[in-house]
């Protein structure tokens, strides 16, 4: 596999359930990250890892727990979610950071529906 | 108002036509990446930019620091380039983007 994966790609869970998301990089990449994209919205930033160190955390709520085991691994642990947390769930990796900005490199997404 | 404005909206196309979208931003920024997506949800960075002018195949960016304001084009379009173009700036911390809403674009035959 190349580039960045995800899987799921669909997901449809209940306010009650428990699921995870989860992200590979295959790129030798030490940054990892989490977007969220509502319809007609634009893209948010929800998560960023640094050589597996939460670097930020965009106000997201507690429903949400990310976890970065290491560079090349990312999840995003789902509870108790909403209906408005539906929407598509992106990862993206990039060099790390050192105060200079790279390329991101997106996965295909995670589309999710929450009953 | 959001940080990141993208202009138009939506734009509907022929195929072989030129094709200028545009994004302005209210914030300093350290570059401006410009990325499209392809229905379905997968999202490929197209440019990333901080000076000047990039080309690559038939994409061009182009921006303008003192203006806050940047353009892509796309010369002869074709129905391939259908996609939504999204443009989105980093700002401070490095890692972190502010996007625009996007620009729908449809190319016909």
Same mark, same amino acid.
């Given at each position: 596999?190349?580039?960045v994966?995800?899987?799921?790609?669909?997901?449809v869970?209940?306010?009650?359930?428990?699921?995870?998301?989860?992200?590979?990089?295959?790129l030798?990449?030490n940054?990892?990250?989490?977007?969220?994209?509502?319809?007609?919205?634009?893209?948010?930033?929800?998560?960023?890892?640094?050589?597996?160190?939460?670097?930020?955390?965009?106000?997201?709520?507690?429903?949400?727990?990310?976890?970065?085991?290491?560079?090349?691994?990312l999840?995003?642990?789902?509870?108790?979610?909403?209906?408005?947390?539906?929407?598509?769930?992106l990862?993206?990796?990039?060099?790390?950071?050192?105060?200079?900005?790279?390329?991101?490199?997106f996965?295909?997404g995670?589309?999710?529906t929450?009953? | 108002?959001?940080?990141?404005?993208?202009s138009?909206?939506n734009?509907?196309?022929q195929?072989?036509?030129?094709?200028?979208?545009?994004?302005s931003?209210?914030?300093?920024? *350290?570059?401006? +990446?410009?990325l499209?997506? =392809? /229905?379905?949800?997968?999202? $490929?960075?197209?440019?990333?930019? #901080?000076? %000047?002018?990039?080309?690559?195949g038939?994409l061009?960016?182009?921006?303008?620091?003192?203006?806050?304001? *940047?353009?892509l +084009?796309?010369?002869?379009? =074709? /129905?391939?380039?259908?996609a $939504?173009?999204?443009?989105?700036v #980093?700002? %401070?911390?490095?890692?972190?983007l502010?996007?625009?809403?996007?620009?729908?674009?449809q190319?016909?035959?």
């Amino acid at each position: 596999e190349t580039g960045v994966t995800q899987t799921p790609r669909h997901l449809v869970m209940g306010m009650t359930n428990k699921k995870s998301l989860k992200c590979e990089q295959h790129l030798g990449h030490n940054a990892m990250y989490w977007y969220k994209q509502s319809a007609k919205k634009p893209l948010e930033l929800m998560f960023v890892y640094n050589f597996k160190e939460q670097t930020e955390n965009n106000s997201v709520p507690s429903r949400f727990s990310p976890e970065c085991p290491n560079s090349s691994h990312l999840f995003l642990h789902l509870h108790t979610l909403q209906p408005e947390d539906s929407a598509l769930y992106l990862c993206a990796s990039s060099h790390g950071l050192a105060g200079d900005t790279y390329e991101q490199y997106f996965g295909p997404g995670t589309r999710l529906t929450v009953t | 108002k959001n940080e990141v404005e993208q202009s138009p909206q939506n734009l509907t196309a022929q195929e072989g036509e030129f094709i200028t979208i545009n994004c302005s931003y209210s914030v300093g920024i *350290s570059a401006l +990446h410009w990325l499209q997506q =392809h /229905p379905g949800g997968g999202i $490929v960075s197209l440019f990333m930019l #901080s000076s %000047g002018k990039k080309k690559h195949g038939r994409l061009i960016a182009t921006i303008n620091i003192q203006e806050k304001h *940047s353009s892509l +084009h796309i010369t002869a379009s =074709h /129905p391939r380039d259908s996609a $939504v173009y999204i443009c989105a700036v #980093s700002t %401070g911390t490095a890692s972190k983007l502010t996007f625009g809403t996007g620009t729908r674009l449809q190319v016909t035959l």
